[in-house]
């Protein structure tokens, strides 16, 4: 069985002085020892500190300079020397680091120095941290270490100084692999801090005033990204949950999405047990989890397990195969169990995983799309291109979509009137799955039918001509052809197709059967019936980064079919302020057959395909920051009566659990986009046509939500306005939480809030401001192709 | 004189059945008879409607359908029937168009149907309103017409399928300009209007429910994009002051900034006196400026004189070059003057406008740089490159830098001790124009002093040798080589050097400096004695299309030399909401000369280059919504005393007035980055250096002020809060207006809103949320490099 997670274990400087102490083999070092006892235990990777105490500590005396008053100002100008030599040649000596030899370095992690402070509001504490960072990586890079984990980013106004330095860093060490520690979120930030606003202008020349490095470094978030923090403090601020996360998206971004940068995130700050934010994670590259033995607590045994909140983080991240890095664990925090009870249990978490069974048991979905998760697939194109047999079979493995096919002909034959003989007519009969299913729709319906197969592979039309031969016999009489060009012998009753792509109409389904509606009968019917296109807004750096790997721009302007993992879905359900937008998954349109309305010529086909347009605007809320990166697509189709094929992830399995023939779409968008908690975002899509083509073009804007204050009036007039209340009337008189609260997952009931609305006065005004747009994405290369 | 604006006339479809009427000869045509009358009255250019009222009857017969209740079922499908057939093959008959010969459409600007609405509420107007456009741009190009004007768009909802629409023919039709006819605001928008929501699932099957066509189209603004619109009619609201423009917005940004599109501004409204707003409209392409007889008033005398706002936008318009189309003339609206006393009126406004009369005199900045505007310069490299003697004989045309120069050396020499013999020392000598104003300066200051010239470029120093031979003799002795490795005969008193960039140090002065203090006496003094670099941010379309033009993304990367124009400054005074924002234009950061706390080595020099490290963050108050494009920076230097030299906008005119030497310096963006009305910028900038290069990096993120209305409470607890006040306590206190309020230019006086801001009560919070960001901008190839 495959395991999802790796697990690492976490030596520290204590466990060095330990083995150092202990002994170790003739041909052994201290390091080797503990990787050797780390892999008996069943690690399969080990986190070393690169650098010892005493680089922390010639760093110091170089670049924290006393203040002019502690010292001589020949002790100072010494250690200005000191540096400035430093900076010129960075380099360590022996006993500043803990690895020096190549087999040490093999397999290992490497922790880059703690205390680098990049982000520091002194800017010479800044600029030397990038050069001890360096001279780190350097190091690093000599001794082939693969992965570093590097120390978290603790100030937002500085915040990107530190990206900027990781971004030249990335630029300048090839291959190494980038990890920023960061926890999901921290307490701290519920400290008041000091305003942000500083200017440092020339604050280079005053070298003497530096501060001394913090021992325990915070994260400092100041005032301008959050409000409100005072007085209730069970209810963390949409902002501040916000607060790591929005480092990271500045990091990131500032690197350009590099894709040797990914997070290592930290678990030791237990996580509340229900919040929305946390799945906002799933749509970045997590790397690494850190998980040290103080965030378990004791079952009622003693032996460590992780809180609920975390727990299912954990089993949620399985997918996306981390490297859990276990520390502290020969502690001693908890009285059973042992040092390998915390891997045992990460293991029972990775078991006891949803997605981990799932992806292990056959039939499901996420079994069966093994090594497809978040693969880009250009949709097909069946009008265009014959399909080969191959394709077919592997769409005839599904289970459960030709079932339903079948439940569908046969309810819709027992429904007939029961006196006539029934033609069928399937149009695009591929290998012949649709003809088989009729067939045995027909016997279990015990009615008098007759099977017509169209086909305009000449291909798949050779295959059918055996099971013809072999199977059906006169049953089914065969006509090869585009549907929308031949005849057929005799109008149908019933015109069965299967022509849907992952977003309905996207492999024109609605342009072909525009053409077989000649030969069905005035009052026959199709199966489907109908089909409906939805959307939701996504965020997904690996998406991002796979559409924009091809650098020829057309390529982010073409929708892909996907099995979406790496992925989150930004909208929520909920209505936002002033209840403007839909749920999270919204129906842009929908297709029905046969319609009757069309101009048709005299061959029965319609002059033009302009009603088969389509145009849908679409105002999602969305309830937390994020980034968007593109638009997820499905479909659902109504077959007969209740009967469906559906891929909308809220109704997929009730419609049609299991079935497996369609992976979503995803529209990507060429730049990313930041969408701010509580924000509204508007999509537009159209579904565009020529005489020749079909495409889609796609947009989007952003808005947030303000509230009017008071207006400022003049002097002599009342400054609660004329009709006594505290707010400007307006046309749009709707009470709602702020954008900073509206989010936060505290409230889970939208019932309450909505009395809260009607309850709550004096009434507030609020408006809607536009923040963001999007390029317009207008594939050049249209490939999507129709000949009328 | 050459003339900035170009005058065109308004041909009518009245103004052709006149024509028609009265006759005309027999090789014209009513056209032609007309277009050849409008060039003896002075125009050279007119505008024509391409189509006549035929066309549209046509079209609405076709397009419009009768409601179901009037009309039989009959007459409804023989209508669409015919709008099939004509969307089929779309195209005109004679009598629809009003041109149809090459010499009719010479010089003609074509107006496109303005009854088109492609940004209609019903699918099938906007579908067949696309056709028709199609069917009239195919036609306009059939006829060589190289510009047309296109009707407004309308409605705020459906801008971006009107925007959508106008791409698609941009791509479709080569080499017509397409302008886009715009109000600058519209009065209109006061009234209170529907809400936008609106979906238009499957509405392209109801045709038989399609509006009639509206006779006098209005712009439709949903309450979305503002609020508080009621009871207040005499102050605008920020977000209807936006409408039209972020209409124009959204049309050039789906439009992906198509070079082909441009702007037709409406003045029909008559514009309010005083409105910031307009200045954003500096910053876009506006090709036309249309102007009816009806927006003119009479003066006392009754000649047709236009209001005091229109007057001066008119007048700042001007140096853009304007086409200026004016309307009506022949209608006798005016009581004296005629026909002519309008264009009469607007050539008045362009010779009394200050931008021509500055671009007419000899001397100006605006002289000098005549055909230099908006146009992109890779900054000059002196260090890395020698420069040309014609590079140096340009700007030793300077009337003020020499001047100033001359008389701070003077300064320095009255105010130095009498007993001593003073030594100059001039480094980066040139061609010798700082060693002739020395010399002018010891002999206006009949000190006892002598003169080192100090010159890298060889050719340069030919020149010098020439000079001393012919005109300095003794008094000056030159030195050849660079000034961070050679040595001179003695120590100066004072250093003279002229190294700076637009930037300040963008040429790498304080590098060069570095290296000259070695031969500068303990107490001697650098003329310039400091100087600081400044930053503003800017939007302006055509900068950003002339940044792109070269695909290669590196040239976003890096910054230029630019003379301003089709530029606006984004940022506001005042300090914004919380008041965390500095000035309109802030400073960044300085040098001074001498610095003495370097280390330096054996040879004097410094150890590396990290005292030249600079990073600067600043917060930009944005008050009126607009498009970040790049940041401008200038540089401000202390020569001596407070002789100085200034490209700073508000200060260059005290400082140096009609100096010549330094643009401004452009930092592009790669993205666009959308700024609402009152958000705050805050951009980040680093000077770095390693020990061979010398860059800049730059990135901005965006913020908008929210504030916080009552924290949604459980239902036990007060809702007023504990502290009885409406508001929850934060830590960051200030009442402010609305982002929506603030903006509006009815305030004038910034200390009357500082005293409303104290009176006010009870407290709000205001909190701030983040809402975008820009790249990192990173120039890969690091174009200053210094050999240290």
Redesign the interface.
């Known amino acids: 069985m495959t395991e999802f997670a790796v697990l690492a274990s976490s030596i520290t400087h204590e466990d060095i002085a330990q083995a150092l102490v202990s002994g170790y083999g003739p041909t052994e070092t201290p390091i080797l020892k503990l990787i050797k006892e780390s892999r008996s235990k069943g690690y399969e990777a080990a986190c070393v500190p690169l650098t010892t105490v005493n680089w922390r500590e010639r760093w110091r005396d170089m670049c924290i300079l006393p203040s002019a008053g502690d010292a001589g100002s020949g002790k100072i100008?010494a250690a200005?020397?000191q540096a400035?030599?430093w900076?010129?040649a960075p380099g360590f000596v022996l006993d500043e680091v803990t690895i020096s030899r190549l087999d040490e370095a093999e397999g290992v992690v490497g922790m880059i120095s703690d205390w680098l402070q990049l982000d520091s509001t002194d800017?010479w504490v800044?600029?030397d941290s990038e050069i001890a960072l360096r001279q780190e990586l350097a190091y690093a890079s000599y001794l082939n270490v693969l992965t570093v984990i590097l120390p978290p980013p603790r100030n937002r106004?500085?915040v990107?100084?530190y990206?900027?330095a990781i971004?030249?860093c990335l630029?300048s060490t090839p291959y190494i692999q980038f990890s920023i520690r960061l926890p999901i979120y921290d307490p701290a930030v519920f400290q008041?801090k000091q305003?942000?606003?500083?200017?440092?202008?020339?604050s280079?020349?005053s070298?003497a005033s530096s501060p001394t490095p913090r021992s325990a470094p915070k994260l400092v978030i100041p005032?301008?990204?959050?409000?409100?923090?005072?007085?209730?403090s069970a209810?963390a601020p949409e902002?501040e949950l916000n607060a790591t996360w929005?480092m990271w998206d500045?990091i990131r971004?500032?690197?350009?999405y590099n894709t040797r940068l990914t997070l290592t995130l930290d678990l030791t700050p237990p996580l509340p047990s229900n919040l929305g934010v946390l799945s906002r994670w799933s749509a970045e590259p997590v790397q690494h989890i850190f998980l040290p033995a103080s965030t378990f607590i004791a079952n009622v045994k003693g032996y460590p397990v992780l809180p609920k909140g975390t727990q299912s983080f954990i089993r949620d991240s399985m997918t996306h195969r981390p490297t859990i890095i276990l520390s502290g664990t020969n502690h001693g925090v908890h009285s059973k169990g042992g040092e390998s009870a915390y891997a045992q249990y990460v293991r029972y978490l990775e078991k006891t995983s949803q997605s981990v069974q799932a992806a292990r048991q056959a039939g499901t979905v996420e079994h069966f799309a093994q090594g497809y998760q978040d693969y880009l697939q250009t949709p097909l194109q069946p009008l265009m291109d014959n399909l080969q047999s191959i394709t077919y079979q592997t769409f005839e493995q599904d289970p459960v979509k030709y079932r339903n096919y079948e439940e569908a002909i046969y309810r819709a034959l027992v429904e007939w009137p029961e006196t006539e003989r029934i033609v069928i007519c399937v149009a695009g009969a591929g290998r012949g799955p649709l003809v088989a299913r009729s067939l045995n729709a027909i016997q279990r319906s015990r009615r008098e039918a007759s099977v017509y197969a169209v086909e305009k592979n000449p291909n798949a039309f050779v295959t059918l001509q055996g099971r013809k031969e072999k199977e059906w016999g006169d049953s089914v009489e065969l006509v090869f052809g585009d549907m929308r060009q031949i005849d057929v012998p005799e109008q149908a009753d019933i015109l069965v197709s299967e022509l849907l792509g992952s977003f309905g109409d996207n492999e024109l389904s609605p342009e072909c059967l525009d053409g077989a509606m000649r030969f069905l009968k005035a009052d026959g019917i199709s199966i489907p019936s109908s089909y409906t296109a939805h959307l939701a807004p996504l965020s997904s750096s690996k998406l991002f980064n796979e559409a924009r790997a091809n650098k020829d721009l057309k390529y982010m302007e073409t929708p892909y079919v996907v099995m979406f993992q790496n992925v989150s879905i930004l909208s929520g359900d909920g209505g936002g302020a002033g209840g403007?937008c839909g749920s999270q998954v919204q129906?842009?349109?929908?297709f029905?057959h046969p319609?009757k309305?069309a101009?048709v010529d005299e061959r029965g086909l319609?002059?033009?395909n302009?009603?088969n347009?389509?145009?849908?605007?679409l105002?999602f809320h969305i309830p937390h920051?994020g980034i968007l990166h593109g638009l997820a697509g499905y479909f659902e189709a109504v077959l007969y009566g209740d009967i469906g094929l559906s891929i909308h992830p809220h109704r997929k399995d009730q419609v049609s659990k299991d079935m497996l023939s369609w992976f979503p779409l995803f529209f990507p968008f060429k730049?990313p986009l930041?969408l701010?908690?509580n924000?509204e975002l508007q999509v537009?899509l159209?579904r565009l046509t020529n005489?020749r083509q079909v495409w889609y073009?796609w947009?989007a804007?952003?808005?947030?939500p303000?509230?009017?204050?008071?207006?400022?009036t003049d002097k002599s007039e009342d400054?609660l306005g004329?009709d006594g209340s505290?707010f400007?009337?307006?046309?749009?008189n709707v009470?709602?939480?702020?954008?900073?609260?509206d989010a936060v997952d505290v409230?889970p009931h939208p019932e309450k809030?909505e009395t809260?609305r009607v309850d709550?006065s004096p009434k507030?005004?609020?408006?809607?401001?536009?923040?963001?747009?999007t390029?317009?994405h207008?594939p050049g290369g249209r490939s999507s192709w129709i000949g009328l």
Chains 1, 2 share one sequence.
């Open positions: 100008a200005e020397k400035e030599t900076r010129r800017d800044r600029h106004v500085h990107a100084s990206a900027r971004n030249e630029k008041p305003s942000p606003a500083r200017r440092s202008t020339d280079f020349s070298v005032g301008s990204s959050s409000s409100a923090r005072t007085g209730r209810k902002g929005e500045i971004t500032l690197c350009d403007r129906e842009c349109w929908e029905e319609r309305d101009v319609p002059l033009t302009s009603h347009v389509r145009f849908s605007t105002s920051a730049d930041y701010p908690s924000s537009s159209w005489q073009e947009y804007e952003s808005f947030l303000v509230f009017s204050p008071p207006l400022p400054p004329s505290f400007a009337c307006s046309s749009t009470a709602v939480p702020s954008p900073l609260i409230f809030m809260r709550q507030q005004d609020v408006g809607i401001v536009k923040i963001g747009q390029a317009l207008n």
